[in-house]
């Protein structure tokens, strides 16, 4: 008998939210191979385990609307998956990788992407009623990760674009202190991409962005990969810069309109 039949015959459904945690646990298990990976030194294989994991944590999220199987259950072993995969798996990857040479400082320092990515994802938790579908508040723990799983792989091999050099440990420091800050922050970036027409049709220019980006990936691998991820980093800071911008502005508009309001009426008052 199926387990399929069984719940059939015990008069219980199979739950809707059994097939998205089934890709959510994939990804906690492809996070734990990749710290596996690390600990065996095969640096290489710990970055593609870590993508795989970023794989099956979009399908979960399709998974999920697609079978309608949004539960806080599955909101939970998605949010805990994602601190091992997208947190702990990098860290020690960098740390193994580069950090390991400066003692203490390399230890604070490698620990600053899973620190962040647990109180980015616990902060998610908390805010899930209202958190926009169009934009993540703050650098998603996925898009860390692989920013610094593509700077690993981009060092160990040899790129026609980038100077012998350019990607070492010196720039690894600051960017991972950039990547960690970026993750408790409330900038706004760019939600996940939603295969639909609908998204389609509200988003072209970003549907565009996210299909020459995968066309960059398949041509040129990791550094394909790393332009996207800077083109996306830069797109969600250049987008901040512009809201408070028109913030500031905003502002500045009424603390004039209402002097001159003010003004307006004292003139208009008899003498």
């Not at 059939?8 to 990749?34: E, K």
């Amino acid at each position: 008998m199926t387990a399929a039949n069984r719940f059939r015959w015990s008069g219980r459904p199979l739950p809707r939210a059994a097939v998205p945690s089934l890709f959510t646990l994939m990804n906690l298990f492809c996070g734990f191979v990749a710290i596996v990976q690390v600990y065996e030194g095969q640096l290489a294989y710990a970055c593609y385990l870590i993508v795989l994991a970023g794989f099956f944590d979009l399908l979960d999220g399709m998974m999920a609307r697609l079978a309608q199987g949004q539960s806080l259950f599955g909101v939970e072993l998605d949010s805990l998956s994602d601190v091992v995969s997208f947190g702990a798996a990098p860290s020690l990857l960098v740390y193994a990788f580069a950090l390991s040479e400066y003692g203490v400082l390399g230890v604070v320092v490698s620990a600053l992407p899973v620190l962040c990515a647990a109180v980015r994802l616990a902060r998610y938790n908390l805010a899930i009623e209202d958190v926009s579908q169009e934009y993540y508040s703050g650098l998603p723990a996925p898009v860390q990760a692989f920013f610094l799983i593509t700077f690993v792989l981009c060092t160990m091999g040899e790129s026609w674009l980038l100077a012998p050099g350019m990607l070492d440990a010196g720039v690894l420091i600051p960017l991972v202190l950039v990547l960690s800050a970026l993750m408790v922050t409330t900038l706004p970036f760019e939600g996940a991409p939603k295969p639909t027409a609908a998204y389609l049709a509200a988003r072209p220019l970003a549907a565009a962005s996210y299909c020459v980006a995968i066309v960059l990936i398949l041509v040129l691998r990791e550094l394909g990969l790393l332009i996207g991820l800077v083109a996306y980093l830069l797109t969600g800071i250049i987008r901040a810069l512009m809201r408070a911008i028109h913030a500031v502005r905003r502002r500045r508009s009424t603390t004039d309109w209402v002097p001159a309001q003010e003004r307006q009426q004292d003139e208009s008052a008899p003498g």
